[in-house]
């Protein structure tokens, strides 16, 4: 099948793929996207939202629609690496075995990311950067495709691991997800109180992903598509010469070259679901505040000024 076929497909594939999704959750849109945007690339998700907005049911829906295997973790202060990681154990006839854990899966929600010691929170982000794990000397290979979504709660931060800036960049999206709508929760309401209950029909397989990534980043780009995308990542750096006065002022890191990376494989993502063969400075704006607002880190002027890493981010597109 050519490229343009494949894009072709892909469209069709996509929404009916939403439309699923569609059946269990009501709106959310943008979330959704971003996290099949994340998907199509291979990338993970940093999902920040308050309780009981529906995180795990998304994502185990979206694993169902996807045709993915699909585990959850939730994180705690006393959860150990052997725990998400799987150990090695003495079997009947006194040989080591090793024993899978949670971690070997196609989709992993990590739920609440921030409440596990930095030890735990490292064991992850190896998996989530290598796509393997090793243990006792050993290294194990992660089914393929491999896509974690950690949720952090934004409020009720007594008590938990902050995830440094440097395992923040490993996330390709860090997506918010905000409260219903008043029609939105009502639907959700009339949904959720009855018997009625929902099929969701697979759309893909784990090799038809697999073969969608590399769709993806077969798509060609335009040399200025490119450049603006590194210009903007560029725009974020205060220590640069050229950084503007506002960057300068409130801005105390930028974001890294992981980001302009980013940034271009969901805009290839992004054209392609829109059914364009070469992504274009649209797409790239449109996928900017995903990938840049957790890469941004703001100083203490623009937390006491109520400006935001959105703020920054407009400011700059």
Request: aromatic fraction near 6%.
């Amino acid at each position: 099948m050519s490229d343009v076929a494949a894009v072709k497909l892909l469209v069709k594939k996509h929404a009916s793929l939403k439309k699923e999704i569609a059946k269990v959750i009501v709106g959310q849109e943008e979330v959704i996207d971003q996290i099949l945007l994340s998907i199509y690339t291979g990338g993970h998700s940093l999902l920040i939202g308050v309780p009981g907005l529906a995180k795990t049911l998304m994502v185990n829906t979206i694993a169902q629609a996807l045709g993915l295997d699909f585990k959850r973790i939730q994180f705690t202060p006393d959860l150990m690496p052997s725990d998400i990681l799987g150990s090695e154990v003495l079997d009947q006839n006194r040989n080591f075995k090793f024993i899978k854990g949670p971690i070997f899966s196609n989709i992993i929600l990590a739920d609440e990311i921030n409440r596990t010691p930095p030890k735990t929170q490292a064991a992850l982000l190896e998996a989530m950067q290598e796509r393997a794990v090793t243990i006792a000397g050993h290294q194990y290979k992660l089914d393929l495709p491999y896509f974690v979504l950690a949720t952090q709660n934004p409020i009720e931060q007594e008590g938990t691991y902050p995830l440094p800036e440097a395992q923040l960049d490993r996330f390709m999206f860090a997506i918010e997800l905000k409260y219903p709508s008043i029609e939105e929760e009502i639907m959700v309401v009339k949904n959720t109180t009855t018997t009625s209950k929902y099929h969701v029909e697979p759309q893909f397989n784990a090799d038809q992903i697999l073969e969608v990534q590399e769709l993806v980043r077969r798509i060609p780009v335009p040399d200025n598509v490119v450049e603006y995308a590194v210009r903007l990542v560029n725009k974020t750096r205060p220590n640069l010469e050229s950084a503007s006065d506002y960057v300068k002022q409130y801005v105390d890191w930028g974001a890294g070259p992981r980001a302009s990376q980013n940034l271009i494989l969901a805009a290839k993502a992004n054209a392609a679901i829109n059914g364009k063969f070469s992504p274009d400075i649209e797409d790239v704006q449109k996928v900017a505040y995903g990938i840049l607002k957790h890469r941004v880190i703001k100083n203490y002027k623009a937390e006491a000024e109520g400006i935001s890493e959105e703020d920054i981010v407009t400011k700059l597109l």
